[in-house]
T-cell receptor, first 114, second 113 residues
């Protein structure tokens, strides 16, 4: 059972570089989320999507972009990497709104920007 | 704005002890509350989900309670084992929020053999 798959697992970027964090789920979930987790902190929502073609900002969206062209995929793009974006990024999904089903998380992408 | 607080930030106990982790939230208008486990270098695993109309949920040695009116939840772990060592995160979904979880910072639990 694949669940939520994130790639890459680790990445080091230089300041100003760009990259895309990939997230795919095989559970046919409509809702998908991107969170970041800084050391000793809880997770903060970056962007979310309630279905293909629909995205919206979360609590900390600055410096990031997303797209949702298919139900399965929800990539997160960093256009101009900054040291403040060093973090662990988690993708999650759930079936539908207010389903009382838990969110399923990927194993994360550990990103360092130097 | 909903805020979630977890106390203590870290806890160390001997194997076999029963323990309680605490979670509080500032706005009682929640849809549900969820407890997650996070192992080092891994993602989050859902442990228990309590709907706003429920008072508690149980799974094996875990029992989570919810007092929505006072903005509190507890996670009770019975007969703790070294394998329970992990960070435990509490999160709520506010009403009307597209299932957007608001997380606490977590409690890091160490169970010593």
């Amino acid at each position: 059972n694949a669940g939520v798959t994130q790639t890459p697992k680790f990445r080091i970027l230089k300041i100003g570089q760009s990259m895309t964090l990939q997230c795919t789920q095989d559970m046919n979930h409509n809702y998908m989320y991107w969170y970041r987790q800084d050391p000793g902190m809880g997770l903060k929502l970056i962007y979310y999507s309630v279905g293909a073609g629909i995205t919206d900002k979360g609590e900390v969206p600055n410096g990031y972009n997303v797209s949702r062209s298919t139900t399965e995929d929800f990539p997160l793009r960093l256009e101009l990497a900054a040291p403040s974006q060093t973090s662990v990024y988690f993708c999650a999904s759930t079936a539908t709104g207010y389903s009382n089903q838990p969110q399923h998380f990927g194993d994360g992408t550990r990103l360092s920007i130097l | 704005k909903q805020e979630v607080t977890q106390i203590p930030a870290a806890l160390s106990v001997p194997e076999g002890e029963n323990l309680v982790l605490n979670c509080s939230f500032t706005d009682s208008a929640i849809y549900n509350l969820q407890w997650f486990r996070q192992d080092p270098g891994k993602g989050l695993t859902s442990l228990l989900l309590i709907q706003s109309s429920q008072r508690e949920q149980t799974s094996g040695r875990l029992n989570a309670s919810l007092d929505k009116s006072s903005g509190r939840s507890t996670l009770y772990i019975a007969a703790s084992q070294p394998g329970d060592s992990a960070t435990y995160l509490c999160a709520v979904i506010p009403e009307g929020g597209s299932e957007k979880l608001v997380f606490g910072k977590g409690t890091k639990l160490t169970v010593n053999p």
